[in-house]
């Protein structure tokens, strides 16, 4: 049992080695979005009186 769970884990550390990268370039562009899209068009709003 306890080689199975090392094999899994090692399985998972292997993944996340491979796509934590391209999670962090994921979370950039989603803060990138927020940042140039909803913020500028909640300021509006909150300018305009909405």
């Known amino acids: ?3 199975q ?3 899994w884990t090692g ?3 292997k993944l996340w080695q491979e796509w934590a990268p391209a999670m ?5 562009i989603l803060v990138c979005l927020v940042w140039t899209v909803y913020l500028p068009i909640v300021g509006l709003r909150h300018l305009l009186g909405y």
């Open 1 to 3: 049992m306890e080689t």
């Open 5 to 7: 769970l090392e094999a």
């Open 11 to 13: 399985r998972l550390l």
């Open 24 to 28: 962090g370039v994921v979370v950039a």
